[in-house]
C-alpha cells in the first residue's frame, strides 16, 4: 500500500489528477447509463467489423470448395478448360481479358509451371508467350528440351491487375484447377519457376535460393505425389542476367532426371 500511495503522490506533484479509460466517459449521466453506452458501442464496433471480416472469409472458402467440386468432375482438360472458362468464383476473372489455360502436350514428361499471366499473356490468351517465354523457349532449346514437347501453365489463368501479386485468396481458389491440370497429364517431372509458383503448388514460404537443387515433391488431392524441381523465373532473369548460370544448371538437373 505504501508503495501505492508513493505513486498516487507522485502524480499529484506531476500534475497528473485524473485517470483515463479505454473508452470516453460522459461525467453528465449516470454510471448504469455509461455501462449502456459502453455496451452499445462494443455492439456496434462488432457489427461493423467482425460480420464483413467473417462474409470475405466465407465467400473464400465457398469459393475454393466450390473449384474443388468442380474440378474433380473434368476427366479431360477440354473438359476443366471449360470448367475455368466458366468459373466466376475469382475476381480476377472480370479484370482479365482472357482465361489464360495451359497449352502443350497432354502426355507431356515435363509440366512447367509460372505464376500468372502476364500483359501479352492476357491478351493473346496463352501462358508465355512475351519475353519471359521467347527466353523459356531459348533456355529449353539449350538443353535439347522441345517446349511442343512440354505442357506449360500459371498457377493462376487470369492476369492480376498490374501485374501485382495475388492474394493468398486468389491462389487459394484457383489451386485445385492446376493441381488437376497435373492429375490428368500425370508428368514425370514439374518444373516450378519463381517462388511465388513454388510456394504455392508446394504450400510452404521457402525462398527460390532454398529450394533449388533440391528433388521437392508435390502432394495431389488424390494421392499420388509428383516430383519437383524449383528455379527463378525467366521474368527474373531478363532483370538478373547474372543468375542465369544456376538456371542452366537447373535445367541440366532436369535433362538428367528425364534421361535416367
Given at each position: ?179 488437376r491440370q497435373v492429375e490428368l497429364i500425370e508428368p514425370q517431372m514439374v518444373f516450378l519457376m519463381g517462388a ?65
Open positions: 500500500m505504501e508503495n501505492k500511495t508513493e505513486i498516487l503522490d507522485w502524480y499529484l506533484l506531476a500534475g497528473i489528477d485524473e485517470i483515463a479509460d479505454d473508452a470516453p466517459v460522459n461525467l453528465l449521466i449516470s454510471k448504469d447509463a455509461q455501462k449502456n453506452t459502453d455496451k452499445t458501442i462494443t455492439e456496434n464496433n462488432e457489427a461493423n467489423t467482425r460480420p464483413a471480416t467473417t462474409l470475405l472469409a466465407q465467400e473464400n472458402s465457398a469459393a475454393c470448395i466450390n473449384a474443388k467440386e468442380k474440378c474433380s468432375q473434368a476427366n479431360s482438360l477440354s473438359e476443366l478448360r471449360s470448367i475455368v472458362e466458366n468459373f466466376e468464383g475469382c475476381s480476377l476473372k472480370f479484370s482479365a481479358n482472357s482465361t489464360v489455360f495451359g497449352v502443350g502436350n497432354e502426355r507431356a514428361k515435363v509440366m512447367l509451371i509460372g505464376e500468372a499471366p502476364g500483359a501479352d499473356e492476357d491478351r493473346i490468351g496463352k501462358p508465355f508467350v512475351g519475353r519471359s517465354g521467347q527466353l523459356l523457349d531459348k533456355m529449353l532449346k539449350a538443353v535439347g528440351i522441345s517446349r511442343e514437347d512440354c505442357y506449360v501453365t500459371n498457377v493462376l489463368p487470369w492476369r492480376p491487375p498490374g501485374n501485382r501479386t495475388p492474394t493468398d485468396g486468389e491462389v487459394a481458389v484457383c489451386l485445385p484447377f492446376l493441381k511465388s509458383a513454388a510456394n504455392a503448388v508446394l504450400g510452404n514460404a521457402d525462398s527460390i535460393s532454398s529450394m533449388r537443387g533440391k528433388m521437392l515433391e508435390i502432394v495431389l488431392d488424390n494421392g499420388k505425389t509428383i516430383k519437383a524441381l524449383a528455379s527463378f523465373h525467366p521474368a527474373y532473369l531478363l532483370r538478373s542476367s547474372s543468375q542465369k548460370a544456376k538456371s542452366w544448371s537447373d535445367l541440366l538437373r532436369l535433362k538428367h532426371f528425364l534421361a535416367g
